[in-house]
Structure formats: structure tokens, C-alpha cells
């Protein structure tokens, strides 16, 4: 059976109807200019059906019919996602109207907080006989956390009190003592880690010297703990820093993509969901993936991109067959790290909740390959008009679309960091660029502008970098954190400057 969905919100003077099959996500209609009854109906139980108006117009411009269209099966995650999918395109759509946007935001907010009545399993088959083989069948076409069970988990941890807020003002716990006890003894390695929220005066290079060019544990640790994650979550503070150690000899000595990059991407990232009080619109769990998204995103990194994997036939291109092959790449590394007894931190978490740790921290670091980023963008976009900018609103996937927008911004704005650290990361960044042209050289492969470095332009690679990707990015951002954003964001300008005067006086490298 094709199942299919059917929606209606009349909303003040407009009408939104969309009738979806979800089997084919490109076939739904959309009604509008029904009389007003300021009433949401979402059916999805039996047979009913949905009249479309002369005046549908479907998001690809298609003009549906007067006719009745039945509608069949059970309300399900999937028949949700592609709605909202359709929502979204319309709201992109110049042909709709006001008022049709206000009732499409509506249904867009009824849809991006689920009913759980509406989304129990399929009971089609659930006829008494049988059931031990429905459930088995079943249990293989699902995914090892639905979007649903995500829903159920965040919800679930948004209603519990936090063990940071008790301590908060009184004093540090136990655990949060014998963390920070374990940065260093050195006072000026503490000294730097209380700027740990500063996007002006942390310095990951002075933390790099202090540390003994261990910063990734320094900075990953005091993250843990000024978060409260580790009281919140009682997280085992010996395992954790066994992990955390794990991972960070586990980063290759490139010139860019190193335990550095990983320590100055934590930073940045703790400094957004700190001077923005995520804390008050995020849950532990959710604060604790994306930081631990952010220590394992480049983990043995090989200093080439994925193309370059693709195109030399690399075994990990092989493995994973193309597809954001780094990234996957990183992820497998690091759980691996996880399963070892000593490393085993999140072990203590019930199954739902590892489960949600996992499935977030997947997308999270798969949404860092560069080919992710417009799509990113456009996700974001469609969520914050769809939900606002309140984060407590958003569901669990828009909340995933965030988080993954925060890790991004954190992955890429080294370039607005102040001007000194922005200078040594280009450095950085185009050293390992060279060293791939280099490589892709000697095996006959052609080499793009940003790899040759004989014919190097870096602070045209900059400006180009900062317009193309960085500020559009940083844009975004400043509506969901807008501290955070408009910190990083006063440094555009003034770099962007600094690189166009280079352009203009001819200097293409840096000394």
C-alpha cells in the first residue's frame, strides 16, 4: 500500500492544504483560499479525503484539480519529514502570499512538534496472529533511532533539573575539582582556560606551547566542565580524559587539520554556546554531543581533501564509497576509540540516550564536508522561519540544523578570529593545500589554483573563502546566537581589509 497523508490549516483568511504521497515526494498538491475556521485538522486514521481547489498550486507550479483525493494508512515520521519538506519549498516559493505563508508557518510549527498519539507504529498487520514476526520485520526497516525517538528523548531531558544549576553560586562539586585539578598545575595554563568563552582573548597557539602541544585535552576537559556537562551527565571524569587523550594521538601532525585545529574548533564552538546561554535552550545531552562532535570532527585526518581520496581510488574512498569520506572516516575512528574499556565514558548513559548521543554526533560531523553547506544554509533558513529564533521552539530535527550550522561556524572561523590568529591559520590552511598539490602532482593529477603553489594567491583565496562561505554562514548564525555572532562578525571587515590591501600592493604568499 502507498501510504499517503493529507493536511489542512485554515488559518484567519487563508487555507493551506497539502495532500502527500509518500512514496513519491514529489507528488503533493497544495490548496489554498478555503473560508477561514481558524482550525488545524490533521487526519491520518481510516479513509478520508481532501478536496483541492481550482486555485492549487504545487511548490513546482503545478495547478491541481477539483477532485477528491483519498488519503489511506497510518500517520508516520516519513509522511511528517516530507510534508515539511513541502512546506518549506512553498515558503521559498514567490507565488504564495502573506497569509498563506502565516498559515503555512502554523502547520509547519503543528508538524515540527509531533503528536506521539499520531505516531505510534504501523497496527495494519497487528491482527493478534503473527505479532513476534511483525515486530521482527518490522524492527529491520527501522532506523536505529527514528526522528521520533529523538523527539521523545529531547523532550524527556528538557523536563529534568540540572545538577550545574544546584551547584551553581554555592560551590564546585566534587567531580568538577578533581576536573579542573586535572587541566594542568601550570597557573598560566589555568589563567588561559578561564578565557575559555572569550572570542578575543583565548589563544589556542599559546595554549599549544603550554600544554606541550597537547591543547585538545586542556580545552576539551575545562569544556566539559564549564558546561556542567560532567555533574549534569555524572560523566566518569578518568575515562573521559582517557578518551579525550585517545583522540588527540590519534590527529596527525598536518599543518592545518591537527589536534590544534580540533582544540581551536572546541573553543570557539564552547565560547557561541556560552556567550549565547545555550544552556537555558539546549539539553546536556544535546550540548555534550556537539561538543564531542567537535573534539573527534578531523581525528586522523590524512591532510588531503575527499575529492583527492576519490579521485586516487584511496582505500577509505573505497570503504565508503564516496561519500563524505573523511568525515565518515573520523566518526568510525572515534567510536572505535569509545568501544575500548578505558575510553568507555558514555557507557553509563541508558540506551535512548547513547542512541540520540550517536545519531546527533553523526550528523553533526557529517554536515562538516564542504558539499554540506548549502544545503545547511537553506535548512536553516527554512527552520528559522518556520520556528523563529528561539531554539526551545524547534523540534529535533531543526535542533539538529542548528547545532550542525554552530559546529560549522566553529569549523571555518579561524578566518574571524582577530587578525594575528586569522594570519597563522592561512598560513596553516594553505600549507597543507600546497602539500596536497604536491602529492597530486607527482601522480599527473590536475591541480586547482588553491594547490599550486607556485602560482599561490593567498589572500585572494581569503577574500573569496570569507565572502563565499564564511559571512553567509556567520549571517545565519547571529540570528540563532546573536552575541556570538556579531563577536566573531566585527572582525570581517577589518580582515577582509587587511587581505584586500595585500591583493592590491601584489603580495600573493606570507612570510
Not at 4 to 18: A, F, K
Not at 226 to 254: C, M, T, W
Not at 291 to 315: C, K, M, R, S, Y
Request: charge should be negative; charged fraction near 20%; glycine fraction near 4%.
Amino acid at each position: 500500500m502507498h501510504s499517503q497523508l493529507s493536511l489542512t490549516l485554515e488559518s484567519g483568511t487563508s487555507c493551506v492544504s497539502i495532500h502527500v504521497h509518500s512514496q513519491h515526494a514529489s507528488r503533493y498538491t497544495v490548496a489554498t483560499g478555503c473560508p477561514s475556521l481558524s482550525r488545524l485538522i490533521a487526519r491520518s486514521k481510516g479513509h478520508h479525503s481532501l478536496r483541492c481547489l481550482p486555485n492549487s498550486v504545487g511548490a513546482s507550479g503545478a495547478v491541481g484539480s477539483q477532485q477528491e483525493l483519498p488519503m489511506a494508512g497510518n500517520f508516520h515520521q516519513e509522511e511528517l519529514n516530507t510534508s515539511l519538506g513541502v512546506i518549506r519549498r512553498l515558503l521559498s516559493s514567490s507565488t504564495v502570499s502573506d497569509g498563506e505563508k502565516h498559515a503555512l508557518h502554523a502547520l509547519s510549527k503543528f508538524l515540527g512538534q509531533p503528536n506521539l498519539e499520531l505516531l505510534d507504529d504501523d497496527d495494519s498487520l497487528q491482527d493478534g496472529h503473527d505479532d513476534e514476526y511483525v515486530e521482527a520485520y518490522a524492527s529491520q526497516a527501522q532506523p536505529n533511532i527514528t526522528t521520533v525517538q529523538r523527539e521523545r528523548v529531547l523532550r524527556s531531558h528538557s523536563a529534568l533539573p540540572r545538577a550545574s544549576s544546584i551547584f551553581r553560586g554555592l560551590r564546585l562539586s566534587e567531580n568538577e575539582i578533581r576536573l579542573k585539578q586535572s587541566f594542568s598545575q601550570d597557573p598560566k595554563v589555568l589563567e588561559l582556560l578561564d578565557q575559555l568563552a572569550s572570542w578575543e582573548q583565548f589563544n589556542i597557539f599559546e595554549l599549544y606551547n603550554l600544554t606541550q602541544r597537547h591543547p585538545l585535552e586542556a580545552v576539551a576537559m575545562a569544556s566539559m566542565q564549564q558546561l556542567g556537562l560532567v555533574d549534569d551527565l555524572q560523566l566518569p571524569v578518568e575515562k573521559l580524559r582517557s578518551f579525550v587523550r585517545a583522540i588527540e594521538k590519534n590527529y596527525h601532525n598536518n599543518p592545518y587539520h591537527s589536534s590544534t585545529h580540533a582544540a581551536d574548533v572546541v573553543q570557539s564552538l564552547v565560547a557561541m554556546l556560552i556567550m549565547d546561554d545555550m544552556k537555558e535552550q539546549l539539553t546536556p545531552l544535546e550540548l555534550l554531543s556537539v561538543v564531542l562532535a567537535a573534539i573527534i570532527h578531523d581525528v586522523g585526518h590524512p591532510g588531503v581533501t575527499n575529492d583527492f581520496l576519490i579521485n586516487t581510488q584511496h582505500e577509505l574512498a573505497i570503504t565508503y564509497n564516496d561519500n563524505s569520506v573523511n568525515e565518515n572516516y573520523h566518526l568510525a575512528s572515534a567510536f572505535k576509540l569509545l568501544l575500548l574499556p578505558q575510553n568507555s565514558w558514555l557507557e553509563h548513559l541508558s540506551k535512548d540516550d547513547y542512541a540520540f548521543v550517536r545519531s546527533l554526533v553523526v550528523d553533526i560531523v557529517l554536515a562538516t564536508d564542504m558539499k554540506a553547506h548549502h544545503q545547511l544554509i537553506n535548512d536553516l533558513t527554512a527552520d528559522l522561519s518556520l520556528f523563529g529564533q528561539d531554539l526551545s521552539n524547534w523540534n529535533a530535527v531543526a535542533r539538529t540544523h542548528a547545532l550542525s550550522m554552530l559546529m560549522h561556524c566553529a569549523d571555518i572561523g579561524n578566518c574571524l578570529k582577530p587578525l594575528l590568529l586569522s594570519i597563522e591559520w592561512a598560513k596553516r590552511v594553505n600549507e597543507e593545500f600546497w602539500e596536497q598539490g604536491e602529492k597530486e602532482r607527482a601522480l599527473g593529477l590536475p591541480l586547482s589554483p588553491l594547490n599550486d603553489r607556485k602560482n599561490a594567491n593567498i589572500p585572494r583565496s581569503q577574500k573569496v573563502f570569507l565572502e563565499l562561505f564564511v559571512r553567509p554562514c556567520y549571517e545565519l548564525l547571529g540570528r540563532v546566537a546573536p552575541v556570538s555572532g556579531q563577536a566573531a562578525m566585527k572582525h570581517f571587515e577589518h580582515n577582509m581589509q587587511y587581505w584586500d590591501d595585500l591583493v592590491k600592493k601584489g603580495v600573493t604568499v606570507l612570510k
